[in-house]
């Protein structure tokens, strides 16, 4: 068996440091736009693919949605297809 060092004595980090990571204003910039609704707009409109991605959910729903009875079951099977195609 491999023996495992612990530093139990460990040396407190030094006051640059620990300065270094105390900047509140990132803290609170980053809780803003995690949890505001700006915030999670900004995340859309900059993140391609989260929004490519809603946009074809929205878009397969509203076709399921407005096909008609016998052309639901053609519908349903391209769209099967495709999405295969997608996630493969």
Known sequence: MHKIKVNINKPDPSEAVVRKYKNFDRFVSKYQQFHTPSGIRYLFKHDIKRLVLVVIIILLLLILLLSEEGEAS?????LQSLLSNYLT
Request: no cysteine; aromatic share 20%.
């Open 74 to 78: 053609a519908t349903t099977t391209y």
